[in-house]
């Protein structure tokens, strides 16, 4: 059964990869065709199967649903033997491979063999398909070979740290898993152990220091904070005209200047005065005036968008009509570099 699914599953890879080089379908389309045709298939030979006298003795239920707590000594064998081999020649190509998966037209323009080495990294995928028959099944196979890498995704930006990390989801994983299925009764292993990636990867997904939601969140809040703030501090520049001495501007004059909400322009207010860029009129707190160390932040801010509108104009060919509202869109996030 394994050098079947090692046969039939070269043959799937050598079909997608030339349907995809070969014509003008696209990846998602040729799996969608060869993975369909290889079902019906293996259906059809699997009913030819278990009409036979020996066909259930065979162990395909095992492939379907995985046998972790039935695995031998030679079986934990092959797979160690298996995984060290997909670890060994990714280590040896790791930075073709790279290449290959993030940029495939640089690698062929650079002269990269890109044929072999999609060849090469689907066997490699395939190779840990096979393995992982008979610990998780057909089934949840798949799941093993998405759900760590794709948690892994929200921990790093870099590729080298995303695999380690993405191995150590697996390996705890499969640990926690089989634990879990060996201390309660009846309870399959292969589907605990996906049960386990699956929670890793939702609390990856929320928590996850790089991509989660929750660091996200926080980082787009703070971006509102400050753009907000800078918007505050260039409407009072220009409603005070830069003048030295204090200049106030009334909360109507703020808000017509720009489409703010009002509960949006008392926050950002509060947040000023706190950092001591604005203070309020005497007896008007209606009202508010630049601090030195305010009027000095509103000037640069002020200058920022009026370089890139005029970037915007001389070298992006944008039309003046139109610059101030992506100028407006961009600035906030210039670098000291672009800005010089």
Not at 133 to 155: C, E, K, N
Not at 183 to 195: C, D, E, N, Q, Y
Request: contains cysteine.
């Amino acid at each position: 059964l394994l050098l079947g699914a090692v046969i039939s599953s070269g043959l799937g890879m050598l079909a997608v990869l030339g349907i995809v080089h070969g014509t003008r379908l696209k990846e998602d389309a040729a799996l969608a065709l060869v993975l369909s045709v290889f079902f019906g298939a293996g259906i059809v030979l699997s009913v030819i199967a278990q009409k036979q006298s020996e066909g259930h003795a065979a162990g395909l239920d095992s492939f379907i649903y995985g046998r972790t707590a039935a695995l031998l000594a030679r079986d934990a064998q092959l797979i160690l033997l298996g995984a060290g081999l997909v670890l060994l020649v990714c280590a040896l190509l790791f930075k073709e491979l790279r290449l290959l998966c993030f940029d495939p037209g640089f690698a062929a323009a650079q002269g990269w063999p890109v044929l072999l080495l999609d060849v090469v990294l689907m066997a490699l995928v395939v190779g840990v398909t096979v393995l992982g028959l008979q610990a998780v099944g057909l089934i949840l196979v798949i799941a093993m070979i998405v759900i760590p890498p794709a948690a892994a995704r929200f921990w790093t930006h870099r590729l080298g740290r995303m695999a380690l990390v993405a191995g150590m989801f697996g390996a705890v994983s499969g640990f926690l898993g089989a634990l879990v299925s060996a201390l309660t009764p009846k309870l399959p292993s292969g589907a605990m152990i996906v049960l386990v990636a699956g929670a890793f990867f939702a609390l990856s997904a929320l928590f996850g220091p790089a991509r989660g939601w929750l660091p996200r969140r926080r980082a787009l809040k703070r971006l509102n904070a400050r753009v907000a703030a800078q918007h505050l501090l260039r409407s009072m520049y220009e409603l005070t005209n830069d003048e030295p001495t204090a200049a106030f501007a009334a909360r109507s004059e703020l808000l017509e200047d720009r489409a703010w909400s009002s509960a949006g322009l008392d926050q950002a207010v509060r947040r000023a005065i706190d950092d001591e860029l604005l203070v309020r009129a005497p007896g008007d707190d209606r009202a508010y005036a630049l601090t030195e160390s305010g009027r000095a932040a509103a000037r640069r801010v002020t200058r920022n968008h009026r370089l890139w509108e005029l970037y915007l104009i001389a070298h992006a060919d944008i039309a003046p009509s139109h610059v101030d509202r992506d100028a407006d869109m961009v600035e906030h996030v210039l670098d000291p570099a672009m800005i010089d």
